[in-house]
């Protein structure tokens, strides 16, 4: 810790401090953001000090617009923070954010995606496919239309990529 983190968080008077510990944050209620952008302090160095994710999303002290950058742990929305598909949408990240938050088509589909709401994503069918989109999740001629296929056409061009990625997949194990 810097001797200006250390003024900032434990006062002029009790100085000098070269060590912060996890405690220091919880007594004082410093959330994620506030460390970050007023105290100064990098990902690594919050990671190095609680590398427990639990323990940042208990106390309560990050939000979903800490999470892109908390990539080191990865938090997802859904299933770390229990968000809804309006603020995941909200949020605007990009395809490979949510990737890199574990984020699946799956968690998409268990918050209650449908085909407006798909639309509204608006990324590309390979977008949606990076998360797990799979020819089984297209029940009908309505989810088809969000991506501007018949619903036979979608199906062949998933299950396709499904084989395609299978074969990548054994290849990259010989």
Known sequence: MSPLQSVKIFGLWDQPRRIVMWDDFKTRNLTWHTLRTEYGFT?????????????????????????????????NPFSDLNADLAEVWSMQWSVQHLTAMNVTFDQFVDRGITADIVRCFNFPLSAWCEL????????????????????????????????????SKNKDCQ
């Open 43 to 75: 990902t690594q160095q919050l990671y190095t000090i609680q590398p427990d994710k639990r323990e940042w999303i208990v106390r309560g002290g990050i939000t979903l617009h800490d999470i892109e950058e908390m990539s080191i742990f990865p938090i």
């Open 132 to 167: 797990g989109l799979k020819a089984s999740h297209i029940q009908n001629e309505i989810m088809a239309r969000a991506f501007g296929l018949p619903h036979a056409d979608l199906i062949k061009i998933l299950e396709d990529h499904a084989l395609s990625n299978e074969k």
